[in-house]
């Protein structure tokens, strides 16, 4: 699997900034994605997964009801909506995938990247004013 993100940037506090994931080589609905994070000097934890086969989804407590994970599995992409964006949200973010993976709570966590094998290069969103 081949993973391609982008979409990061600088924005203000209280901003919105939407992260893709391209995905190639694959059938993109046949594998969970989830979008990781890591911040300078920080664990790298896992912030929303979308599964598999259900399309069920999970997120970080952080980020509940400020972002939204998605795909488009006719484009082979996935997407990361986040809105109300604060300054802790600066971290540089990662989209990964598995194949027939059913998201589970603790990929929502700093121990939850080594369950997925995939990985795109990350890409830098910063918050500041």
């Known amino acids: 699997v081949q993973l391609q993100a982008s979409g990061g940037g600088l924005v203000q506090p209280g901003g919105s900034l939407r992260l893709s994931c391209a995905a190639s080589?694959?059938?993109?609905?046949?594998?969970?994605i989830a979008w990781f994070r890591q911040a300078p000097g920080k664990e790298r934890e896992g912030v929303s997964c979308i599964s598999s086969n259900d399309g069920s989804t999970l997120y970080a407590d952080s980020v509940k009801g400020r972002f939204t994970i998605s795909r488009d599995n006719a484009k082979n992409m996935a997407y990361l909506q986040m809105g109300s964006l604060k300054p802790e949200d600066t971290a540089v973010y990662y989209c990964?995938?598995?194949?027939?993976?059913?998201?589970?709570?603790?990929?929502?966590?700093?121990?939850?990247?080594?369950?997925?094998?995939?990985w795109g290069q990350g890409t830098l969103v910063t918050v500041s004013s």
């Open positions: 990964a995938a598995e194949h027939s993976y059913r998201c589970k709570p603790v990929v929502t966590t700093t121990n939850g990247a080594y369950r997925f094998r995939s």
């Open positions: 080589g694959v059938t993109l609905e046949d594998y969970a």
